[in-house]
């Protein structure tokens, strides 16, 4: 039964478009996290949500729309999709802030 | 704020030798400090992480780190490298307590040689 889970795990779409990607865990953790990894391997937070409350909010194009409908969901959407979007994203998730982060296994995401 | 720096992007060592993984930090606060480790196509792990008890601190797979405040440090070692222990390892840190954001360092690619 896996953790944190992120769907889909591949997706390729043109210049433009909107999309979204999906995040869920059965870890009963309280926070819950979005990352951008981009072609070099850094890993820069985007968001992070707790108890459905927005708490970390980087700085990041509006274009990008975290939600979180329920403690076990944190969505990612994402307008007017660009070239520089191009990267892996990864969901996580921790206890609180400052615990143990679990990580899904990413969402590579191909902008064309 | 707080920031850690990996040094060396890539580092090799041989099947056998001594894998030392360097990271030092920066910190205003008390810091918890991390390693995960990223094998290809996957998420990060946590291989170990520092809250301010025990300053060496053993983790899965051989690894351990120990925390040296008066140089900044928290660098990761390994006795003996394995083939399998090639992959992509981030240094991490964070404040303590609350909710606190964890910032990541580049990472280092380790590469073992047969």
């Known amino acids: 039964d896996t953790a944190v889970s992120q769907t889909p795990k591949y997706l390729v779409t043109q210049m433009g478009n909107d999309k979204s990607i999906k995040c869920e865990q059965n870890?009963?953790?309280?926070?819950m996290y979005w990352y951008k990894q981009d072609s070099k391997k850094f890993l820069k937070i985007m968001f992070s949500?707790?108890?459905?409350?927005?708490?970390i909010n980087e700085t990041v194009p509006n274009r990008f729309s975290p939600k979180s409908p329920d403690k076990a969901h944190l969505n990612l959407h994402i307008n007017s999709l660009e070239l520089g979007d191009s990267a892996v994203y990864f969901c996580?998730?921790?206890?609180?802030?400052?615990?143990?982060?679990?990580f899904g296994p990413g969402t590579r995401l191909l902008v064309l | 704020a707080q920031s850690v720096t990996q040094l060396g992007s890539h580092v090799s060592v041989s099947e056998g030798a001594l894998v030392l993984l360097r990271c030092n930090y920066s910190?205003?606060?008390?810091?918890?400090l991390f390693w995960y480790v990223q094998y290809p196509n996957q998420g990060l792990q946590l291989l170990l992480k520092?809250?301010?008890?025990?300053?060496l601190v053993k983790g899965i797979n051989g690894f351990e780190a120990e925390f040296k405040k008066s140089e900044t440090s928290f660098h990761l070692t390994k006795p003996s490298a394995h083939m399998s222990d090639a992959a992509e390892y981030f240094c991490?840190?964070?404040?303590?307590?609350?909710?606190?954001?964890?910032?990541f360092g580049i990472g280092t690619k380790l590469q073992v040689i047969p």
């Open positions: 996580a998730t921790s206890r609180q802030g400052a615990e143990t982060q679990y």
């Open positions: 870890l009963g953790h309280d926070t």
């Open positions: 949500y707790n108890n459905k409350e927005l708490i």
């Open positions: 910190s205003s606060v008390p810091p918890y």
């Open positions: 520092y809250t301010s008890a025990a300053t």
């Open positions: 991490a840190v964070s404040g303590s307590g609350g909710y606190q954001k964890v910032t």
